[in-house]
């Protein structure tokens, strides 16, 4: 059988993007590939399952865009597949006067991309929201919520199967030969045949990318972060969502409080190289993807400017001392004691060449491949909206 589009990759933005190509061209052929037994098994199914508002990003940018438009699809397809979720809000919270200047940027980036609601807070008032909070200044962001993402990507599944889409697990991809008019994904168990690929394999993207691009000019760079959790007795501390003012040189949050779907209460994450693409474990090491990593300039250039920080994070990976002290900034009557062993998750990171960590999603457009090389946070929040983006480039094509 011949394909009008094939996915790679059954993580939430590639079955995002098969559910929207079917709604927009219910009779297009589309398969979803993934070389899991199951669907979410990566950065969708470990991730910290928050709806993000869009508060943080450039407004104008892929980012910006997609999160604030795929807030709202995502929140109607809960509603329209009854899926749980709860719009809890979240308060970011500066703990020193030189957070402020970054607090108000945060805060003017909310109001330009249309967040109504947010609120300045005070320390005082941040303590109505948090009572065990510390902080002299804070925002309040009505629209923050949390969702399994795994639940959301098993629906979109569902819903691919039921408009007529396949899903293949268990076949993982080992090369993409294009043509003038076709293109060949070859995998394990099969060789699959279409008009477009469109590659959404997360912390492989570039891997994949590269069959088609040889010379892609971006590689991932695998960040791991680790949770901890609030023991039950201790959950109280937490009403919703506590966040920090974020380094605004790293394209990450900072470790924060995040009450869970399920119920429970996770601290963190941090972010530390992981030794191989998906290691979820301290000792989880594939020596050639790590020496990829290591020989990447980019890479050198990272750590030769951040290495403090780097150093930072790999001692608070390995001292749950440190790491107590970290959420004490935010917490003060946090007690190490207090804390768990939660779970952990991989961020598939682009990094360019000269050593840029690339902050906005970035998609690739080929003849007959369109890659989605750089997905981060909020990816799982703009699912739908990227999904719809690559969906209209696809659809263009065929």
Known sequence: MQYDVIIIGAGAVGLGTAVQILRQQPKARVVVIEKETAVARHQTGNNSNVIHSGIYYKPGSLKARNCIHGYELLLDFCREHDIPHTLCGKVIVATEEKELPLLQNIFDRGQQNGLAGLKMLTGDEV???EPHVAGIAGIHVPQTGIVDYRVVAEKYADVIRHQGGEIKLGEKV??????????????????YTGKLVVNCGGLYSDTLARLTT?????RIIPFRGEYYKLKKEKEYLVKTLVYPVPDPNFPFLGVHFTTMPGGGVECGPNAVLAFRREGYTKTAINLPELGETLAWPGFRKIVAKY????????????????FTKALQKLMPEIREEDLEAGGAGVRAQACDRTGGLLDDFMILEEARAIHVCNAPSPAATSSLSIGETVSQLALKRL
């Open 214 to 218: 040889p010379g892609l000019n971006v």
């Open 127 to 129: 303590r109505e929201y």
């Open 174 to 191: 080992v090369d993409i030969r294009t043509s003038h008019d076709t293109v060949d994904v070859v995998t394990s168990a099969a060789t």
């Open 307 to 322: 290495w403090q920080t780097g150093m930072g994070e790999m001692y608070r990976s390995w001292s749950k001392a440190a």
